[in-house]
């Protein structure tokens, strides 16, 4: 889902929401109760920010549920949007969201640094960075490989039946950003 209304990207900037979507994609499907007993906080919380969520498209209630258990689920699994908007609020709203993912990424990342691996994982997650000297064309190409890489893996999310059964959720972040210029060109 690609992001463009700036106010669906500040319904996105709130570390809860965000927090949320990624539960509902390992979840496949879940209630506001049992959401906010895995975020620690109350129901009626958790259920203010999923209508929120729900309001911007980002989640829906499964069809053919009533009552308490009303379960919500994810539209789709990717979002991104372009910080480079048109209009001030645009570019107001998709920095916040920005600075919101970039700390949500960080925090989990630093915090999967320092975790226990199972020995079945013990060398097979990856970690690591580069500076490369790109055109405008081969940045943008280099992203639209990677979403090609990881594409025969997203669809697992919609079809549970087809992850292997020794998986586990793995969260991939990459990001392409352009350093501050030295003029030592």
């Known amino acids: 889902m690609k992001i463009k209304d700036p106010k669906a990207m500040r319904a996105l900037a709130h570390p809860l929401r965000i927090q949320l979507l990624e539960l509902l994609t390992i979840e496949g499907a879940a209630t506001a109760t049992r959401l906010g007993e895995l975020v620690d906080e109350s129901p009626s919380n958790c259920s203010f920010h999923l209508r929120v969520l729900a309001k911007f498209g980002y989640i829906e209630r499964v069809p053919g549920r009533t009552g308490r258990d ?11 949007w372009d910080s480079e908007q048109p209009e001030e609020d645009g570019r107001s709203a998709a920095s916040a969201l920005s600075q919101v993912f970039l700390d949500w990424e960080y925090s989990r990342m630093k915090a999967a ?11 097979r997650l990856a ?12 940045a943008e190409h280099l992203g ?5 890489l990881i594409s025969p893996y997203t669809e697992r999310w919609q079809e549970p039946d087809s992850r292997p059964a020794d998986g586990r959720p793995v969260r991939l972040f990459h990001n392409t950003y352009l350093l501050p210029s030295t003029d030592h060109r």
């Open 70 to 80: 009303r379960p919500w689920r994810l539209i789709d699994i990717e979002q991104s």
């Open 113 to 123: 640094a320092t975790a226990a691996v199972p020995e079945a994982w013990k060398g």
């Open 127 to 138: 970690s690591g960075g580069a500076t490369l000297w790109l055109t405008p064309e081969e």
């Open 144 to 148: 639209e490989t990677i979403a090609q």
